[in-house]
């Protein structure tokens, strides 16, 4: 499969538990954040996205909390999978104005390994 | 079904020999993005479109070039590829990228290229 990453952080999980990745965004200014997975072979796919005026948002097994004092994202996986095991990366989007294109920045990415 | 489809998937050229990769969506989305993804670099934006017959540079434009005559369509054109070039690269779309309008990108499964 295609390599992402060669030395990317990883994070380990026993199939069941839940996963909690983080992500620190640099400009205080992004008003808005997604949350991307992106399995060996596979273009990145979108899981869930939240607004620079939330600081949280659920879907189906995931969560994702906004601290924007301290620049944080995270992405809550509940009841981890052995299915979720892929590399997940975070964006963040700052819109200058309207009708101008937004200039989304991408972090590197962590690795979730899932175990049986 | 909605998709971003890219084509070839796989390309191993010789510097030097013109080649483009092409990008297709059927989503009607009027943004378009070019990225290329290197270990420890992350995703990088090479290109991006808002609409017909506008595009514009990303952070790593050097080297390639874009068109957008159709919507649906925005192929990636290296008319001199060189081995600095060899990278996984991805096109996306999506249904708004501004301020009031924002939503996420959809990404093709990506073309892996290596020039020699």
């Known amino acids: 499969g295609e390599s992402v990453g060669l030395h990317l952080p990883t994070l380990s999980v026993q199939e069941g538990d839940n996963s909690i990745i983080n992500c620190a965004y640099s400009n205080s200014a992004s008003d808005y954040f997604i949350w991307y997975k992106q399995e060996s072979g596979k273009g990145p796919q979108f899981i869930i996205d939240?607004?620079?005026?939330?600081d949280k948002r659920q879907g189906q097994r995931v969560t994702v909390l906004l601290n924007k004092t301290v620049k944080h994202l995270s992405l809550q996986i509940a009841a981890t999978q052995p299915g979720d095991s892929a590399v997940y990366f975070c964006?963040?989007?700052?819109?200058?104005?309207?009708?101008?294109?937004?200039?989304?920045?991408f972090g590197t990415g962590t690795r979730l390994q899932v175990t049986l | 079904e909605a998709q971003v489809t890219q084509n070839p998937r796989y390309l191993i050229t010789v510097t030097g020999k013109k080649l483009t990769v092409t990008c297709s969506q059927n989503?009607?989305?009027?943004?378009m993005s070019w990225y290329r993804q290197d270990p420890g670099l992350g995703l990088r934006q090479i290109y991006y479109s808002m609409n017909v017959e506008v595009t514009d540079k990303g952070d790593v434009p050097e080297g390639y070039k874009v068109s957008r005559k159709e919507k649906r369509n925005f192929p990636l054109i290296l008319e001199s590829p060189s081995p600095n070039q060899t990278s996984l690269y991805f096109c996306?779309?999506?249904?708004?990228?501004?301020?009031?309008?924002?939503?996420?990108?959809?990404f093709g499964d990506g073309t892996r290229l290596s020039i020699l």
């Open positions: 964006a963040e989007n700052y819109s200058l104005n309207t009708g101008t294109a937004s200039k989304l920045t």
């Open positions: 939240i607004r620079s005026n939330m």
């Open positions: 996306a779309s999506s249904g708004g990228l501004d301020r009031d309008s924002n939503q996420p990108q959809h």
């Open positions: 989503m009607n989305h009027e943004y």
